[in-house]
């Protein structure tokens, strides 16, 4: 089947299975030389767990990467990354669907991807804007809440809000849906293409691709019409300033019917699917949405490495 493979000149091809014994991915265009190891990858892994003690994440599950090519002593070689990922959920496997399991790989490339941007000054600040009704307020936030806040709301008010409003729809066996925001810094200006390839139109897609992502705007989205603030894309290609983009997500789908399953005993059970199935998605996917936009981001800086004669006789000649 395709449709596996994203990106031109830095790409990834994701593999998994709904009934297979793991999830992997393979990168190719990493340059050699970055300093990385698996523990670098792993932290950036951990940030897609949920907080145990938080009501909203009904599987308390985690990944565990291995690197299996690409890397010698903790430094890139230049070969395909190849990556396998083991999720210590997956005799629960009958319950998980295939796009939710594959955010674990796109994470995994997404952390090659951002700690290249980072040697290029390019950072992330990415977060829940809203769940449900419950939106975060600019004049609260920091950055000090957003690392204590178990659903990624950089609002301690807003974040004590979404987890009583989660806690009221699971008594009614309901999900929420929510916005995710990231800006990114220090992206420099000329990156994207005008044409079909414009910054903003591959990071759309990118972020699309991710399960449950139904919307994405960037700056003041359709309030541009009042010539407001684009986002830091111009005509499609960066402009220098920060890019501000918002994803929707849609609630977790939900079905009454029976599904058989395996408890953490071995032994065999039923389960609705809304018990296996989490309450909201929307704090866990923050970190997949900034990893298809670093992944984008990536692929179109060194895009743009050679659209330009001077850039490449610079690189050869200087």
């Known amino acids: 089947m395709a449709g596996a493979t994203f990106g031109k000149n830095f790409s990834i091809t994701s593999w998994v299975e709904t009934g297979g014994n793991g999830i992997g991915v393979v990168i190719d265009g990493v340059p050699a030389g970055l300093a990385l190891g698996e523990n670098d990858i792993q932290a950036f892994m951990n940030r897609r767990r949920p907080t145990a003690a938080c009501l909203f994440a009904r599987r308390h599950e985690n990944d565990f990467v291995t690197v299996n090519s690409g890397l010698e002593d903790g430094v890139t070689n230049g070969t395909p990354m190849a990556m396998t990922i083991i999720n210590s959920a ?72 979404a987890v009583e409003y989660l806690k009221e729809i699971a008594a009614e066996k309901k999900t929420a849906g929510g916005v995710i925001e990231v800006i990114i810094s220090g992206v420099p200006a000329g990156v994207g293409q005008p044409f079909f390839d414009k910054l903003d139109a591959r990071l759309a897609a990118a972020v699309m691709s991710v399960d449950l992502a139904k919307g994405v705007e960037f700056g003041d989205g359709f309030a541009t019409v009042d010539d407001r603030h684009s986002g830091g894309v111009t005509a499609g290609v960066s402009d220098s300033s920060e890019i501000v983009m918002r994803v929707a997500f849609a609630p977790t789908p939900l079905a009454s019917t029976i599904q058989s399953a395996v408890d953490p005993e071995g032994n065999d059970t039923e389960i609705e699917v809304a018990e296996g199935a989490e309450i909201t998605t929307v704090p866990r996917s923050v970190v997949v949405v900034e990893s298809m936009a670093a992944v984008t981001l990536l692929d179109l800086l060194f895009e743009n490495m050679h659209s330009k004669l001077d850039d490449i006789v610079g690189f050869y000649r200087d």
């Open 90 to 161: 997956i005799k629960y496997k009958s319950a998980k669907r295939v796009t939710d399991r594959d955010n674990a790989s796109r994470t995994a490339a997404g952390a090659v991807a951002a700690a290249i941007l980072e040697k290029l000054g390019i950072t992330f600040c990415s977060y829940v804007r809203s769940i449900g009704p419950v939106s975060i307020k600019y004049g609260n936030c920091s950055l000090d809440d957003l690392k204590n806040s178990p659903v990624n709301m950089p609002d301690a008010e807003a974040s004590e809000k």
